[in-house]
């Protein structure tokens, strides 16, 4: 007979260790470590007979091909993030902050697909119906025919779902309160949200309904995060924003049926998510295009370019080992554009303090973003301010050369429809007209440009 097993699981990223430690090697945090059973909620075994997933020869599945059944809610941010909409049978988990705006969207979402016809289940874990039909009043939801539950059990939830006629959509907030009688830990935990998780994608592949879970994403290991079911669903989104901000970006980490690089654009109002169809325009909103220290990003997300502000700020340092503090962009990569600066253009940081901040609290994550990072900090470090009718993008190498980025001729479009009359660039990108753009193949000559153009 077999010893029981144990294992030590962390509730953040569900790295499985063999004893307890205090810091998760998987993902670094401290104290996310829990004991859990291993076996809870597997099935299968011995005895069992091959019925279902005997092998096909790729061969044998000729015949038309189809597109995986969508539908779309009509919500033309969504749909962008997803790929063109929910896809039928398949499971979409959603991720994001206590309090960022999950269950507004997918309330809103609900209320768009039952206007169009779809039966729509929401399952609340979190709130009383009460309170999930007081929220659906402010979002002007309250007149559809979304079917309400308040169900934790994953058992009870699924015997709620076999009544009546099969439903389209089925909205489960969230995953961390989920628990079913087949596993003895507590909810909240890996093992809890990974059977629950498991019976509601059995249920979408069974039925042909789509499934969307919300996960909170949790910082302290008591609870488990979305990552531990992420390798199990079809789809993971995730829904980001600041808090000081209103706009909200819905962003696609897998997507099975789709791209992955798409986000859909969201501004927060009091009568809940409104669809930004032009994010350029609200990030650039709020611009003070006079002051030294700030350039413009012609960035891509996706297929769609979006225009962003990068704000430097560079100063003396009082301190031995000067301050550099990042937020929306990839702290090693700012090293990396001080280190070439340094190294390619004789400009000096390494008494400085270097502040790098993306406005709106957008997050860049391109690499053609280095040479408007480059600019801001030139145009700080000079106390010029750059020219308010110019972008700039392109990647910097470690030898200071200046790589081509793709999506010239977009980003140009984009800024161009925004006003802007000039471009910094990737000389190698310069097949665009190039009568008001300043192409570069080497950063050396960024600096007196940067000069030039701001004097
Ligand atoms: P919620 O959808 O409950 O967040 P989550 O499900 O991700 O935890 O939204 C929380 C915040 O959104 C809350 O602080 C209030 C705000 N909110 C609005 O500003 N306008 C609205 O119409 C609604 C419904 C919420
Ligand atoms: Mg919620």
Redesign the pocket.
Same mark, same amino acid.
């Given at each position: 007979m077999a010893k029981a097993r144990t294992q030590f699981v962390c509730q953040n990223c569900g790295t499985v260790h063999a004893r307890w430690v205090g810091k998760c090697e998987g993902c670094g945090e401290w104290n996310t470590i829990v004991e859990d059973d291993p076996t809870a909620g597997i099935g299968g075994g011995p005895g069992r007979t091959p019925k279902k997933g005997r092998p096909v020869a790729l061969t044998a599945l000729s015949g038309e091909i189809e597109e995986a059944p969508r539908i779309p809610t009509g919500i033309a941010e969504l749909d962008r993030a997803t790929g063109g909409g929910f896809v039928r049978g398949s499971a979409l988990l959603i991720g994001?902050?206590?309090?960022?705006?999950?269950?507004?969207?997918?309330?809103q979402a609900a209320a768009a697909l039952s206007r169009l016809g779809s039966r729509v289940i929401y399952v609340s874990g979190?709130e009383a119906v009460a309170q999930v039909r007081l929220?659906a009043q402010? +979002?002007h939801a309250a007149d559809t025919n979304v079917l309400l539950a308040a169900e934790t059990n994953v058992e009870d939830i699924l015997a709620t779902l076999s009544e009546g006629k099969r439903p389209d959509l089925v909205i489960i907030?969230?995953i961390q309160t989920l628990w079913s009688d087949l596993a003895e830990s507590a909810p909240g935990t890996v093992t809890q949200v990974r059977v629950g998780v498991q019976a509601m994608i059995r249920f979408a592949k069974q039925t042909g309904a789509t499934v969307v879970l919300?996960g909170?994403v949790t910082k302290d290991g008591q609870i488990a995060g979305p990552r531990v079911v992420e390798h199990m669903v079809d789809a993971v989104l995730y829904?980001e924003g600041d808090r000081g901000h209103h706009y909200r970006i819905l962003r696609t980490v897998k997507n099975r049926f789709g791209p992955t690089d798409e986000i859909g654009v969201f501004e927060?109002?009091?009568?809940? +998510?409104r669809e930004v169809s032009n994010p350029s325009e609200l990030f650039l909103g709020e611009r003070n295009a006079k002051a030294p220290g700030a350039a413009v990003f012609a960035g891509m997300e996706g297929t769609r370019p979006i225009l962003v502000e990068i704000q430097a700020l560079v100063a003396p340092s009082p301190l031995g080992t000067p301050r550099r503090a990042v937020v929306g962009w990839d702290s090693a990569r700012l090293s990396m554009i001080l280190a070439v600066l340094e190294a390619h253009c004789g400009v000096r940081l390494a008494q400085h303090d270097v502040y790098l901040n993306v406005a709106g609290g957008y997050r860049v994550s391109e690499p053609a973003a280095d040479m408007a990072v480059a600019a801001a900090l030139v145009s700080s470090l000079a106390g010029l301010a750059l020219p308010a009718d110019c972008v700039y993008f392109g990647e910097i190498s470690l030898s200071g050369a200046v790589r081509p980025v793709a999506h010239t001729a977009q980003r140009l479009k984009e800024a161009e429809k925004l006003g802007f009359q000039r471009a910094v660039l990737p000389s190698a990108s310069a097949e665009i007209p190039a009568s008001r753009q300043a192409g570069l193949t080497e950063i050396e000559a960024l600096a007196d440009l940067v000069v030039k153009i701001a004097g």
């Open positions: 994001g902050d206590p309090g960022i705006g999950k269950s507004t969207l997918l309330m979190e929220r402010r +979002l907030d969230s919300v909170h829904f927060m109002s009091d009568k809940g +998510l």
